[in-house]
């Protein structure tokens, strides 16, 4: 097996372990670290197939690659607003929940 | 060999992966992710992507991980009751049939991908030339696909925007987080004074070999980022105050700059953002001396976050007068 292939096949388990973090773990720090996972693991397939693309000289296409940069980049923006919005829940309800319903000691 | 090697380094990545989602508290989780996002880089490498690695190294390890143990910290008190919210069995196991089955079904995408692989990497190199830079992924960040990179720097702002609207009214135009407090004598402020003027060289090296080697405004823009965020944690200077004109105008000045250049492009050579023959390099490094200001003040002010003290009530009250 070639490595971009290898490699393709552990982004999409990838993808698999961060939805199942994203569905699993109630705090919404936690999931959001599961989902950057997931979506790192949706960089990784993207990284793979820029690999597959190689010619004309060049190590891998990089028309993808050039698009990772900024997905990288537009990932960490995403991630800061959202903990940014998750400190102000915090602040302004003093619990991190995300359940419909009241806790029973409320 | 090779194939070796990247097995054992997918196997460590997915290892990781499975643990930072399972960890018990998320204190390890953050832990697990940032030794994740530096494993990460190692598979760029091995995917041929040497400025995709810089990137994921800089920016998806070191400040995601630094945003992520920041609000760890400031979250210890919530993660005991969000424990007694944890999912049933039965959400568990169709959890994880959903999970099995999105992997299994993009593996076989993967499997059944079209050989050879459609590419444009012919195209790009044909066409390089044309731009004056070296460096491919500058070439298609700034020239042939410079529309997304405007619209990236944009995100940005807005981002920025919506982080600081996240503030309380009474904390508006004030400065982001707690002022940190160190020993003046210590070991952070002695490499707080010590590593800058070593930074700053790295990032303005990187910046500037962009144009024709690995690195470029992003990965430069996050280590001058990194060492003026570890200048303000070893308290050798504070946050700035959102409400001052030089932050708000660093902020847009990228953008602007950007913006003007595309319509230049209109103007001399018929398209927006097109480049006249033989100023492609020029208006290139203008943009890149525009935007790398403004993507060094916002990759730091996200990582200090809303503001949360210092807010200017008198403004606030004639504001709502």
Known sequence: ?106 | MTTLVGGVVALLLLWLALWTVVARDAFLAVAGFVVYGLLLSLVWVRLAGIDVALTEAAIGGGLTGALLLGAVGRLRGTEVAAAAERSGAGTRVVAMVLSVAVSVVLALCVLALPEPAPTLAPQVARMLPSTGVGNPITGVLLAFRALDTLLEAIVLVIALVGVWSLAPDRFWGGRPGLRYMTDPDGILAYLARLLPPIGIVVGMYLFWAGADHPGGKFQSATILAAMWMLVQMAGLADAPRIDNRWVRGGVVIGPLAFVAVGVLGAWTAGAFLGYPDGWAKPMIVAIEIALLPTLVLILALLLNGAPARGGDLTALRSSRR
């Open chain 1, 1 to 106: 097996m070639n490595v971009e292939t290898l490699f393709a096949l552990c982004a999409c388990a990838l993808v698999g372990i961060g939805l199942y973090g994203l569905i699993t773990q109630p705090h919404p720090l936690r999931k959001l670290v599961a989902f950057n996972i997931m979506g790192s693991g949706v960089f990784v397939l993207f990284g793979a197939l820029a690999k597959r693309g190689a010619a004309a000289g060049m190590a891998a296409d990089p028309v993808p690659q050039a698009l990772l940069i900024t997905a990288i980049v537009v990932a960490f923006a995403a991630t800061a607003v959202t903990v940014a919005l998750l400190l102000r829940l915090i602040e302004s309800t003093d619990t991190a929940s995300l359940a419909d319903e009241p806790s029973a000691g409320d």
